[in-house]
């Protein structure tokens, strides 16, 4: 168990529709990470968050936004779903910013996406 | 752009061998590299990482190989068991995090 929580587990949902996953980060950690994985594309980060604040975005689309609140945990948001989207959606986090520091990232189980 | 690449999608190796996964990265500036494991329907798990400024770091059971000339990193898992099968990413960072594909290591008992 790496501490990370993330729920729902799994989601169903149709194309065109919203969803939203939450993350908790390990206790003390300030850093939040989002990655997709999909079977074609390996595992693809989106953003991090450090401390509230976004810190690195990687290839997030524009359908999906982030936030992490003040009590650390994030969310996020997935809209107008395509088929497409179906994935893992995988939560991390560190104790540091991460960025160019070799902080180890703690993954959560994941939220299984299908888009139907 | 950025690229994480590995030398073999799945590798089958027999319980007790020692274990070699490859992998690639195009960024010559890369500082920092990471091995994750990921087991069925988990999450990815950190192995080991190395620093640019080092070419060679050791775990228990693992030990990362750096050369830094071919843009080339390497992860050995010694006296392999049924337990390290999983997929494998290698991982670097600069300014953010890039992953490879992974390799599947099928340990044969």
């Known amino acids: 168990d790496s501490g990370v929580t993330q729920t729902p587990k799994h989601l169903i949902t149709a194309t065109g529709q919203r969803v939203t996953l939450r993350c908790s980060p390990r206790?003390?950690?300030?850093?939040v990470y989002w990655y997709q994985q999909s079977l074609d594309q390996g595992l693809q980060f989106l953003i991090q968050?450090?401390?509230?604040?976004?810190?690195a975005k990687g290839n997030i689309l524009e359908r999906f936004s982030a936030q992490q609140f003040p009590d650390l945990h994030s969310e996020l948001n997935l809209s107008s779903l395509e088929l497409g989207d179906s994935a893992l959606y995988f939560c991390?986090?560190?104790?540091?910013?991460?960025?160019?520091?070799?902080?180890?990232?703690?993954f959560g189980p994941g939220t299984r996406l299908t888009v139907t | 752009g950025e690229s994480v690449g590995l030398h073999l999608p799945t590798l089958s190796v027999q319980e007790g061998d020692n274990s070699i996964i490859n992998c690639a990265y195009s960024?010559?500036?890369?500082?920092?590299f990471i091995w994750y494991k990921q087991e069925s329907g988990k999450g990815p798990q950190f192995i080991i990482d190395i620093r640019s400024n080092m070419d060679k770091r050791q775990g228990q059971r693992v030990t990362v190989l750096l050369n830094k000339t071919v843009k080339h990193l390497s992860l050995q898992i010694a006296a392999t068991q049924p337990g390290d099968s999983a997929v494998y990413f290698c991982a670097y960072n600069f300014n953010k995090f890039y992953f490879g594909s992974g390799t599947k290591l099928n340990v044969k008992p």
């Open positions: 991390a986090s560190s104790l540091g910013p991460g960025t160019g520091a070799p902080y180890e990232q703690y």
């Open positions: 968050y450090y401390n509230g604040e976004e810190r």
């Open positions: 206790s003390g950690d300030l850093s």
């Open positions: 960024n010559s500036a890369s500082d920092y």
